[in-house]
């Protein structure tokens, strides 16, 4: 594959309609609450063990400062980070990674919102010099970026584990890319829906049961 492909991650179709729920375990309070699986969890991190590949290969012999991205990006860099460690323990190339969280708020009901919405401390001064990799699930990297460069780090790069198919889309501002996706809301894998579906291990497609069983 070559380096667009790579940077573009796996492509799911727009007329992908998802798996079937009837093949996959789910919490069962959610039964009416998704149409299908979207992207299986066993699919999801044999991708991050990829991403890890990548990342390891590129940082070289630089130490980590890896700021994650709450509340959606908390498995994505939990699960990133630890398959990172696994590749050091096995081979020559151990990065020491630190984890730093900043917490944003970018969407209301599913709609997403064009401000960056930091909850908590916006001193990022910890970054100041250091290489770093900005985990996230894809959402207001632009304006995230932004931000993140006004505290002068030594180099920037972004894990996203999904880039939306939209009008200026993400992908251009992200190095490691999960999956590129219709621009469709999903839940699951730690993404939310006004604070419901964490608890999901796959990627799934929220029904419209759902959307108004937890509108606000």
């Known amino acids: ?7 573009r ?10 798996y079937s729920l009837d093949l996959f375990t789910y919490p069962e309070h959610y039964h009416e609450d998704i149409e299908s699986v979207y992207i ?8 991050i063990e990829r991403l890890s590949r990548y990342i ?12 994650c991205v709450l509340k959606g ?6 699960d990133l980070v630890e398959f990172i460690k696994v590749l050091g323990r096995n081979s020559n190339k151990y990065l020491e990674t630190r984890v730093e969280f900043i917490r944003l708020k970018s969407y209301l009901n599913d709609q997403s919102t064009e401000e960056l919405h930091i909850i908590g401390s916006r001193d990022l001064s910890f970054l100041c010099g250091k290489v770093s990799a900005i985990v996230d699930t894809g ?5 995230l970026l932004k931000h993140v460069e006004t505290f002068e ?5 972004v894990a996203g584990l999904l880039v939306k198919r939209v ?3 993400a992908e251009s501002l992200t190095d490691y890319v999960g999956f590129e996706i219709p621009n469709r809301f999903v839940v699951g894998y730690a993404l939310d829906y006004n604070e419901y579906f964490r608890d999901l291990n796959h990627i799934c497609v929220i029904s419209k049961t759902g959307k108004m069983k937890y509108k606000v």
């Open 1 to 7: 594959m070559d380096n667009v492909g790579i940077k």
């Open 9 to 18: 991650g796996i492509v799911i179709k727009d007329d992908w309609p998802g």
């Open 40 to 47: 299986p969890h066993g699919v999801i991190m044999d991708r």
């Open 56 to 67: 390891v290969d590129d940082f070289g012999d630089n130490n980590i400062m890896v700021l």
């Open 73 to 78: 990006g908390y498995k994505f860099c939990a």
């Open 139 to 143: 959402k207001t990297m632009k304006a």
């Open 153 to 157: 780090p030594k180099m920037v790069k």
């Open 167 to 169: 009008p200026n889309m």
